[in-house]
């Protein structure tokens, strides 16, 4: 079945220490892939998409993200967390050849030790 | 301000009774969706205004869930007869055109809970 997967439901960080979320999408071809931030009592917000050409993507707030065609797979990354950063995460599709919708993955919620 | 606007943010009702939900998108903004947060359901997709297109509603989870847009600016989601599995958070968002190239706003969502 046509999915987008985030295989971790909860990840707990160190601040300072890195962060590395994973994603994965089982669709035919390869779709247009985001990721969005939800923080407490806030809306989601956009962090970085990717469509085509250098399959490493910079965003905001320090993150950044890899394509892998290979491993049909769209990772997320940070270097360094800060305790800001908790929140929890969504990995996005949208399939080129059905219209604008976004398909979400289920979220990894993010827990910031000091 | 400049974002998407919802309302009601909180929202009680009563199993059985109507609801309406109200999205003020992005001004000029030409498309519009709505989006349900449930727990144990994710983020899921339920209808998609796009100008003047006829809007996909291949995402309304039953006839009770219809939604318009008026003068292609505000949306309304209406609930009929609600049920307790229709509480959940309620995300309005839009975007410049309708493409995938454009970033999609979300607004902060209304929660609804069905007693």
């Known amino acids: 079945a046509q999915s987008v997967t985030q295989p971790d439901i909860h990840i707990t960080v160190s601040e300072g220490a890195s962060l590395e979320l994973r994603c994965n999408y089982s669709?035919?071809?390869?779709?247009?892939l985001f990721w969005y931030v939800q923080s407490p009592g806030q809306g989601l917000q956009l962090l970085l998409k990717?469509?085509?050409?250098?399959?490493l993507v910079q965003g905001i707030k320090g993150f950044e993200a890899e394509f892998k065609r290979s491993q049909s797979s769209f990772n997320l990354r940070k270097p360094s967390v800060h305790w800001s950063d908790a929140a929890e995460y969504f990995c996005?599709?949208?399939?080129?050849?059905?219209?604008?919708?976004?398909?979400f993955g289920g979220g990894t919620r993010v827990l910031v030790k000091p | 301000g400049a974002g998407v606007s919802q309302s009601p943010s909180n929202k009680v009702t009563e199993k059985g009774k109507d609801v309406e939900l109200r999205c003020d998108p992005i001004?000029?903004?030409?498309?519009l969706y709505w989006y349900r947060q449930s727990l144990g359901q994710g983020l899921e997709f339920l209808i998609y205004?796009?100008?003047?297109?006829?809007?996909?509603k291949s995402g309304l989870p039953s006839d009770r869930f219809s939604a318009e847009r008026t003068g292609g600016s505000v949306s309304t989601l209406t609930i009929q007869r609600t049920q307790q599995e229709d509480s959940a958070v309620y995300l309005c968002?839009?975007?410049?055109?309708?493409?995938?190239?454009?970033?999609?706003?979300f607004g902060e969502g209304s929660w609804l809970t069905v007693v």
């Open positions: 990717y469509f085509s050409g250098d399959t």
């Open positions: 669709y035919g071809a390869t779709p247009y």
């Open positions: 205004f796009q100008g003047n297109s006829a809007p996909d």
């Open positions: 001004s000029g903004h030409t498309a």
């Open positions: 996005a599709v949208v399939l080129k050849a059905a219209g604008n919708k976004l398909t």
């Open positions: 968002a839009s975007s410049p055109l309708g493409s995938a190239v454009n970033t999609i706003y």
